[in-house]
T-cell receptor, first 111, second 114 residues
């Protein structure tokens, strides 16, 4: 059974701090790893990673995948209160198009 | 990114009634759409994979006669919760696959069954 584990489960930081969110996985025939941000409604897409060692960057957010060690990290620098959300990691594997989601990391950024 | 809409955003119904939720991909065609369910403070649980022009594939433990899925066109999939009960109250989210891997999510439908 495919498994995605995220850590920490929750995190409280001060505005301006840098955070690193972790995602490890066990999946048959890995195809891709995706990061989503979920605020009050449905998840919004952040990154899709398929290759090891290539950093994807969007503003203050960046992510990298290690296919040998089966994990990914999501970095957020200079955090702002608007970054407060649940960050979901999902992995696609096998022949179907399905994604397996982790339980998420709940990030709260305080003033 | 691609835009996916869901309707309604919120519905309250009486126990025993059926509720239909629509999921539309607005600016791309989606041969595959997915239906998820999310309980408070929990992650997304895949219910079924909806394929245009064919029967949906349901995950283990999801009753296909209770959660009817129709994917009649490349931009529309519907989920009907039949004979809804209070335990069906949840947040239902659809996603549409734009390319091989990336899924874009609709805004979700919050269902409350009284």
């Amino acid at each position: 059974e495919d498994k995605v584990v995220q850590s920490p489960l929750s995190l409280v930081v001060h505005e301006g701090d840098t955070v690193t969110l972790n995602c490890s996985y066990e999946v048959t025939n890995f195809r891709s790893l995706l990061w989503y941000k979920q605020e009050k409604k449905a998840p919004t897409f952040l990154f899709m990673l398929t290759s090891s060692g290539i950093e994807k960057k969007s503003g203050r957010l960046s992510s990298i995948l290690d296919k040998k060690e089966l994990f990914s990290i999501l970095n957020i620098t200079a955090t702002q209160t608007g970054d407060s959300a649940v960050y979901l990691c999902a992995v696609g594997g096998g022949t179907a198009s399905k994604l397996t989601f982790g339980t998420g990391t709940r990030l709260q950024v305080t003033l | 990114g691609a835009v996916v809409s869901q309707h309604p955003s919120r519905v309250i119904c009486k126990s025993g009634t059926s509720v239909k939720i629509e999921c539309r991909s607005l600016d791309f065609q989606a041969t595959t759409m997915f239906w998820y369910r999310q309980f408070p403070k929990q992650s997304l649980m895949l219910m079924a994979t909806s394929n245009e022009g064919s029967k949906a594939t349901y995950e283990q433990g999801v009753e296909k006669d209770k959660f009817l899925i129709n994917h009649a066109s490349l931009t529309l999939s519907t989920l009907t919760v039949t004979s809804a009960h209070p335990e069906d109250s949840s947040f239902y989210i659809c996603s549409a696959r734009q390319n091989k891997e990336t899924q874009y999510f609709g805004p979700g439908t919050r269902l409350l069954v009284l």
